[in-house]
């Protein structure tokens, strides 16, 4: 409960060959991946469980990289809970598969949010379920494809969530 973990600076990483549970059975815990920090896993879920509520991963600043095929955010098929998953200032979120959460109360139980981030892709047909409005949202960020040419990023999107805004190609 309210723990918090730091991922910071050029050569700070934390490598994982297993599932990274931010808030598995409780409430405000934050992964903070900043100034070229870097975190690998094969599964993110934030906010797993009904007690886990409030959770948060913050990808921060050029260099810095969430590296995960899977990232799973709040009340879904999988899991439940609520939490947020924030790129922003230059801060990578490279994956394959993005799902956020269900509306709760009205708003989105999940929600992941690049605000002058980066959506790497490593798949031509990555899976985005945005499964509430606004629940996946791109405010002058990139979305990229490593090592992927002619990839439509218009049809990889699934569920009425998914929000471009300010965005040039």
């Not at 815990?29 to 948060?56: K, M, P």
């Not at 609520?82 to 139980?109: A, C, H, N, W, Y």
């Not at 892709?121 to 899976?127: G, M, R």
Request: charged residues 10%; positive net charge; without cysteine.
């Amino acid at each position: 409960h309210s723990n918090v973990v730091t991922v910071a600076g050029t050569g700070s990483r934390w490598m994982m060959t297993g599932t990274m549970l931010v808030g598995f059975l409780g409430a405000t815990n934050s992964l903070l991946i900043t100034d070229g920090g870097v975190v690998s896993n094969v599964e993110t879920r934030v906010g797993n469980s009904a007690s886990s509520t409030g959770n948060r991963v913050v990808v921060s600043g050029a260099g810095s990289i969430l590296y995960a095929p899977e990232i799973r955010v709040g009340s879904n098929t999988i899991s439940s809970g609520s939490g947020i998953v924030i790129i922003k200032d230059g801060g990578t979120l490279e994956s394959g598969s993005l799902m956020s959460g269900r509306l709760q109360g009205g708003t989105p139980s999940g929600v992941i949010s690049n605000n002058g981030g980066v959506y790497q892709f490593t798949y031509f047909d990555p899976n985005v379920t945005a499964n509430s409005t606004n629940s996946v949202v791109l405010y002058n960020g990139t979305i990229s494809f490593r090592g992927i040419n002619n990839a439509n990023v218009f049809s990889i999107v699934k569920g009425s969530g998914f929000r471009i805004t300010n965005m040039a190609f």
